[in-house]
């Protein structure tokens, strides 16, 4: 079984270099390296590789970010790609066809080797690393050719009959938040003289994201969304500001998230009524506590102690899914991974303290059948920001 790359999660750069200092000989280290040393190897990316009809946005330029809505399968099998076939949504049932659009890998692998390289330079003080990454980052955000466009009007597509005219949907955004770890690891890289020709125009390229996700229809769209898909967008929302030193506009989006939508998102009892009613409910609950948690770490970054927020919403968010991830058995339709928790639940402790409880849902994940494919490297590093 393959190594899982972890769910992003907002790494605090202010923190990075006191950690430096206490880290030698530290493991981690070691898999940062191989990591590092592994992605100079890797890229260049784009979402102009690998695109051949029909994996076109309806636009018909291949700089324009394409997604399908991983959820919608063809009424009738035989006629995939049809514009003619009419699809029907399966909540939690992927439909395997939308890798066919390489779009999303290239991002988040661009993402994933990006940080790798930005924490090498800063931790292993090797210019190669810099040297790699602005190869990378030019090639994605600055070069006509390759660059991606500053939208997501075509993500998560819905095909066929349903959708002639092509154009994506809100929750397309949702496959673009890799762009936010970019973004929260980009400052580690912009003191490198290779960085001095990328700096402004890559600051201009999230700029001009930032404006689309905030103004245009299918961003204000997914800003609107009630569950986890408003929780992400305002992750990107968030983190693009701080990257664009706007902290005041980021401590603003994470406070106004807490004292308004969180506590429409989670009851008295932690409960995620929105995310719980799916086919995978714990898969939901968590994946938007981790969203909560990286705004709460967000904030942390600008001086706002949002973890204390709507009556510690996090931590009774935390607890209730550590409940729900012990029922025995599991919904018959839910393949449920409590390895997922893990990231958030060792955050919950570190700011809430623990009498046991957190420390004890940890080992025990760790004893669950998924546990070996959250093992090695890729998780390792994250010792680097959190130890």
């Known amino acids: 079984m393959s190594n899982k790359s972890p769910e992003i999660e907002f790494i605090n750069l202010d923190q990075l270099a006191e950690q430096k200092q206490h880290c030698q000989g530290h493991p981690a280290l070691e898999s940062l390296k191989k990591l590092a040393n592994g992605a100079t190897k890797k890229g260049p990316f784009s979402v102009t590789f690998d695109k051949q009809n029909p ?31 009419v699809y029907v949504k399966r909540d939690g049932k992927r439909n395997p066809d939308v890798k066919e659009c390489k779009d999303q890998q290239q991002l988040e692998h661009f993402g994933e080797n990006l940080t790798y390289l930005a924490l090498g330079y800063f931790f292993l003080n090797d210019n190669k690393y810099a040297d790699h990454a602005a190869n990378l980052v030019k090639t994605f955000f600055v070069d006509d050719n390759t ?23 809100g929750e397309g955004i949702m496959s673009t938040r890799m762009l936010a770890r970019i973004a929260n690891v980009l400052p580690l890289l912009s003191n490198h003289p290779a960085f001095n020709e990328l700096n402004q125009p890559v600051h201009q390229w999230f700029d001009q994201y930032l404006n689309w996700l905030t103004t245009s229809d299918i961003g204000r769209q997914e800003l609107d969304m009630p569950n986890n898909h408003r929780t ?19 401590r603003r989006t994470v406070e106004d998230f807490f004292n308004d939508s969180c506590p429409k998102q989670v ?44 009556n510690k919403a996090i931590k009774r968010a935390t607890d209730y899914a550590i409940e729900r991830g012990r029922e025995e058995p599991a919904p018959k339709k839910e393949q449920r991974d409590l390895m997922e928790a893990v990231r958030s639940v060792e955050l919950a402790r570190k700011r809430y303290g623990d009498d046991g409880h957190y420390e004890n849902f940890v080992q025990s994940s760790k004893q669950c059948p998924a546990a070996s494919s959250w093992s090695g490297d890729k998780c390792a590093v994250i010792e680097l920001w959190s130890h």
């Not at 409910?281 to 506590?289: D, K, R, T, V």
Request: glycine share 8%; hydrophobic share 35%.
């Open 232 to 250: 992400w967008a305002l992750v990107q929302v968030a983190t693009i500001q701080w990257y664009l030193g706007r902290n005041d506009d980021a």
């Open 267 to 310: 009851q008295d009892n932690g409960d995620q009524p929105l995310e719980s009613k799916r086919t995978r409910p714990f898969h939901y609950l968590i994946f938007n506590l981790h969203a909560m948690v990286f705004l709460a770490e967000l904030g942390w970054a600008v001086n706002s102690n949002c973890y204390e927020s709507a």
């Open 147 to 169: 660059k991606m466009n500053p939208h997501v009007n075509y993500g998560q597509v819905v095909r066929g009959e349903n959708n002639k005219g092509g154009m994506g949907r």
């Open 55 to 85: 994996h076109i946005a309806a636009s018909g330029d291949p700089r324009d970010f394409l997604s399908y809505a991983p959820y919608w399968w063809p009424e009738t099998s035989g006629f995939l790609f049809n514009k003619k076939t």
